[in-house]
């Protein structure tokens, strides 16, 4: 266990029992950890999980659908995964058994990037340019809908299917990328300068994010753990606003080989990412009915999710998130 860890359960001991006392929680992430989960790290590191009875190991991930795949086979107990990543496993995978207890990112990050001076700083600019991409990023549908949603004819973009398509834009290959603003423009602006990246939120294109996932039998059977472990993480998550230089140092000593530069940027910047118009002012973790019809249906319209197959209460559930 992690030194911060340690300490923590050592300061708690009188309060929780020993650490054999906890109930264990395996958790993995949906990616390589970063700085969107730092109230997770937090919640460990200060000793909030032990508070409520968890000892929860954070295991990273590579990518929303292994994730899924791994909470709904019983490899893990709780998981952080896309929710509109979910919604598409429950109607095409059969993953019905699994379902959201709460939302980490609401504002899809996902943006148009270019480099300054392309010219392209509207949706509209994107029109007879050169996109690179891997042929996963056109999977969901997205840039199709953000084409469609903003007057564009997808037709007219000329696609260069590449496993770096970062690399193909710093070199002048491809005129623009289809990445998140934050961090992926962050990591391009590193070697050149970018324009604002044009976020597919603000243009009438937004898939709800990451959130909290499980398996519903395991939800009927560990309610408690469940509670407790939001519970936790919305306490940690106050603890990241209000000082986010201790919620880095927290990180830090469980992911030591981690940039600290980089960490601090991701938690300062994707906190804008926590909520939408409809959820701005709600509690973290409220997911609001409509973002997530609008999930569904963007889903169903351009990556060619079954219709009606997914109502919105089989992939999430706001009855676990600490009452207001």
């Known amino acids: 266990m992690p030194a911060v860890g340690l300490a923590a359960l050592c300061t708690l001991m009188s309060a929780t029992g020993s650490a054999a006392d906890l109930e ?20 460990a590191g200060k000793g909030y999980f032990a508070e409520e009875g968890l000892d929860v190991d954070i295991v990273d991930g ?14 893990f107990n709780i998981g952080i995964a896309g929710l509109g990543a979910l919604a598409q496993a429950s109607a095409t995978s059969g993953m019905d058994t699994v379902t959201a207890v709460a939302g980490l990112v609401q504002k899809d990050p996902s943006s148009i990037i270019a480099l300054k001076g392309s010219g ?9 340019k050169r996109l690179a991409t891997d042929a996963g990023n056109l999977s969901d549908g997205m840039i199709k809908a953000f084409a469609e949603a903003n007057g564009v004819d997808m037709d007219s973009i000329k696609l260069i299917i590449t496993n770096s398509d970062q690399t193909a834009l710093l070199k002048g290959d491809a005129d623009f990328v289809n990445g998140w603003a934050n961090p992926d423009g962050d990591h391009i602006k590193q070697f050149s300068e970018i324009e604002p990246p ?11 994010g990451s959130s909290v996932i499980t398996r519903k039998d395991y939800l009927v059977a560990h309610e408690k753990e469940v509670r407790g472990f939001l519970k936790a993480l919305v306490k940690a998550h106050e ?48 997911v609001d009915a409509d973002d997530l019809k609008q999930t569904i249906s963007l889903l169903e319209k351009y990556s060619g999710m079954p219709v009606g197959v997914v109502k919105p209460e089989s992939v999430y559930t706001d009855a676990y998130l600490p009452a207001k």
């Open 198 to 208: 044009i976020l597919f939120a603000d243009y009438g294109v937004n898939i709800l």
């Open 62 to 75: 590579n990518g929303s659908t292994g994730t899924i795949q791994a909470i709904g086979n019983g490899s």
């Open 120 to 128: 392209i700083t509207k949706p509209q600019d994107i029109a007879g």
């Open 239 to 286: 603890d990241v606003l209000a000082k986010p230089d201790d919620a880095l140092a927290v990180f830090m000593k469980y992911r030591p080989d981690a940039d600290p530069k980089a960490i601090a940027e991701e938690i300062k910047v994707m906190e804008k990412y926590r909520h939408t118009a409809r959820s701005e002012g709600k509690p973290f973790g409220y």
């Open 24 to 43: 264990k929680v395996t958790l993995r992430l949906a990616y390589i950890a970063g700085g969107i989960d730092a109230p997770i790290f937090v919640a």
